[in-house]
């Protein structure tokens, strides 16, 4: 029978490489290969916040909704081993959505730079734009490690100091709003509430030294001079552009700097805005999107785009004849042949493959697809991981939302001198007709897998509801080798893999090994095999 989750289609003509994603209710990240067999697993204290990365050096970058005694709000990333080793955790409770690692080390992360109404109003905000008493705006900072949790901010860029309007004459930002297409205007807002621009991505190209931002209900994307400093970003020159913190380069609606009509926007609600890069990892003036289509007047559905940007020899970029930054179209565009099939109103991304193929994820659906140059579906992945926890392979997918997802080659750095020999699929596979959802409400200990293993092996199991959990490893003797769990843990779908190491950290030797599940009102045992 079909499946319903995990690989739905594996074809040759799909981009051989490894699949990175985070579940937005859980607290694991998986790497997937083409066949949806886990490579590698990193968990946390913390569902993400939201984007996640491997790094070339096998490290794990995630954001992550990092709670604070101080504050209520959450957020931040933090840096963990291939092992699963916590390096760095940085907590920042205005972080929104993404981070960008730079190739020196340190972080980008976009923060909401909450002002007050009475900033918003000294700034020359309508008031009767701004219903509420704060209003969002947006901040990137370079975070540099300086500890374990801490982190020094070297670098910074804040839309609030590159402000225009056109409403009160008395205040020093009064301009000509389509004369300064440079500038962000205070009053171009899609409603009256705080949340203004709503920044949900940032990417950064290396070779032009320029970042890449796309803010969602204003349907725009915006590029910056990351060449700047600290004062240069904040002021109109400065930089490899000479602008300093202007914009150099806007794409998407020309009516927010007053230019064109509305038949001239392109993006509605859209993520994931990220240079692309050539077989040889070298960047493209080029830029992909996935624009969601809220509010598309051709009806709501979504596409991913790609642009072709105007760049000049200074990093500048072109601005047309009608006074709109170009291009006037996309190039590239998908869309389903079933065009309202496709549509995630809320995140979504899509990567362009070094072999021209594109991966897409309908992040709503928790579903991601490769394309050929034919748009012919070659690859698709369903998120197994729910809010409830793992599926099982049959059941209805549902509540499986991921942020994005991302496609590593082979060869990539971050992959080189891990194994790399899958440990089997994520979802969990029963006969579906002997199984009951009645029966699945109670403690259940499955097979390991693989079985025989080596070098490690997974455990899962489940739990109907909070209680103490003990996972421990015995010998056939009854001699205990191992604690792999003794903690609390809430209910639901777990997994936990064993490297075949005793509590000393030696390898144990070939033979029959007993994994007990106890808690104070289960008990469960079953038998694996390793060999070397």
């Not at 709503?198 to 994307?221: A, C, G, K, M, P």
């Not at 400093?229 to 109109?236: D, K, P, Q, R, Y």
């Not at 899509?350 to 072999?355: G, S």
């Not at 897998?449 to 739990?463: A, D, E, H, Q």
Request: proline share 4%; with cysteine; charged share 20%.
């Amino acid at each position: 029978s079909q499946n319903t989750v995990g690989v739905i289609s594996n074809t040759t003509s799909s981009f051989d490489g490894f699949t990175l994603f985070a579940p937005n209710t859980s607290t694991s990240t998986y790497l997937i290969n083409n066949e949806g067999l886990l490579i590698n697993e990193w968990t946390s204290e913390y569902v993400p916040g939201l984007s996640v990365y491997l790094l070339e050096n096998g490290n794990l970058l995630r954001s992550s909704a990092i709670e604070s005694q101080n504050s209520s709000q959450t957020g931040g990333f933090e840096l963990l081993t291939w092992d699963n080793v916590l390096i760095w955790r940085f907590y920042h409770g205005k972080q929104h959505h993404d981070i960008e690692p730079l190739p020196n080390g340190n972080v980008l992360i976009i923060v909401n730079d909450i002002k007050t109404f009475f900033d918003a109003i000294e700034a020359g905000r309508d008031p009767e734009k701004l219903l509420s008493n704060s209003i969002r705006s947006l901040s990137i900072l370079e975070i540099s490690q300086s500890g374990f949790d801490s982190g020094d901010i070297v670098w910074e860029w804040h839309a609030w100091d590159h402000l225009i309007q056109d409403f009160d004459e008395t205040k020093s930002n009064y301009g000509n709003v389509n004369s300064h297409p440079e500038l962000i205007d205070i009053n171009f807002a899609p409603n009256t509430y705080s949340d203004w621009l709503h920044t949900n991505s940032v990417d950064y190209n290396e070779q032009l030294d320029q970042v890449l931002v796309s803010n969602r209900n204003t349907n725009e994307i915006w590029i910056i001079d990351h060449s700047t400093t600290i004062s240069e970003a904040s002021s109109n020159s400065g930089g490899i552009s000479g602008k300093g913190g202007d914009l150099l380069f806007r794409w998407g609606n020309p009516l927010a700097y007053k230019a064109g009509q509305h038949i001239d926007q392109r993006l509605f609600g859209q993520h994931d805005a990220n240079w692309i890069k050539d077989s040889l990892n070298n960047y493209q003036n080029r830029i992909m999107i996935f624009n969601n289509g809220i509010d598309r007047p051709s009806g709501n559905f979504s596409t991913a785009i790609e642009i072709n940007t105007p760049i000049l020899e200074d990093n500048n970029y072109n601005i047309l004849d009608n006074g709109i930054f170009g291009p006037s179209d996309e190039i590239w565009s998908y869309a389903s042949p079933d065009t309202f099939d496709f549509f995630s109103p809320r995140f979504g991304s899509a990567q362009r493959l070094p072999n021209g193929n594109s991966l897409i994820s309908n992040s709503e659906m928790g579903t991601f697809f490769e394309l050929n140059s034919m748009y012919e579906i070659v690859w698709m992945y369903i998120n197994p991981v729910s809010s409830n926890g793992v599926l099982f392979q049959g059941d209805s997918a549902q509540s499986n939302t991921v942020f994005r997802c991302y496609r590593y080659n082979l060869n990539y750095d971050g992959l080189s001198g891990f194994d790399l020999s899958p440990s089997g699929p994520i979802e969990y596979y029963l006969d579906i007709n002997d199984i009951s959802s009645n029966d699945r409400m109670k403690f259940n200990l499955f097979n390991n897998y693989p079985n025989p293993f080596n070098p490690k092996t997974r455990f899962s199991y489940y739990l109907p509801r909070q209680t103490f959990v003990e996972l421990t490893i015995h010998n056939i003797k009854g001699q205990f080798i191992r604690h792999l769990i003794s903690e609390i843990q809430r209910e639901g779908h777990k997994t936990i893999h064993w490297d075949a190491k005793d509590s000393f950290g030696n390898q144990v030797t070939t033979g029959l090994y007993i994994y007990r599940l106890k808690t104070p009102e289960f008990v469960e045992s079953k038998i694996s095999i390793f060999i070397k």
